[in-house]
Nanobody
């Protein structure tokens, strides 16, 4: 059974930083594209960032460009999201995801992802 566990969420003041990590067990995701999504209260889940299996292709939502950095460690079967200059509007539950493909044409399409984590809460206070 595949398990994906996010960690690193919490409460931070605006302008602060957090680093999220997603670890997987039960399957190796080294050849899979990985992504991060988030869902704020009362809103639909939205794409945040994606990374190809090689780590060469990286894609960000416009709202986080220049502030967030996605990375991966295939040897450890993990993907991370470094979040800097956090804003109150970044408050959401953050989910990691994996797609059975080396890369994607449409990173922001949830249907392209096959495995999802349970989410970790990020709260940014003003």
């Amino acid at each position: 059974q595949v398990q994906r566990v996010e960690s690193g969420g919490g409460l931070v003041q605006a302008g602060g930083s957090l680093r999220l990590a997603c670890a997987a067990s039960g399957r190796t995701f080294g050849s899979y594209a990985r992504g991060w999504f988030r869902q704020a209260p009362g809103k639909e889940r939205e794409f945040v960032a994606g990374i190809s299996w090689s780590g060469i292709i990286i894609y960000y939502a416009d709202s986080v460009k220049g502030r967030f950095t996605i990375s991966r460690d295939n040897a450890k079967n993990t993907v991370s999201l470094q979040m800097n200059s956090l804003k109150p509007e970044d408050t959401a539950v953050y989910y990691c995801a994996a797609a059975r493909a080396a890369t994607l044409n449409y990173w922001d399409a949830e249907d392209n992802y096959d495995y999802w984590g349970q989410g970790t809460q990020v709260t940014v206070s003003s």
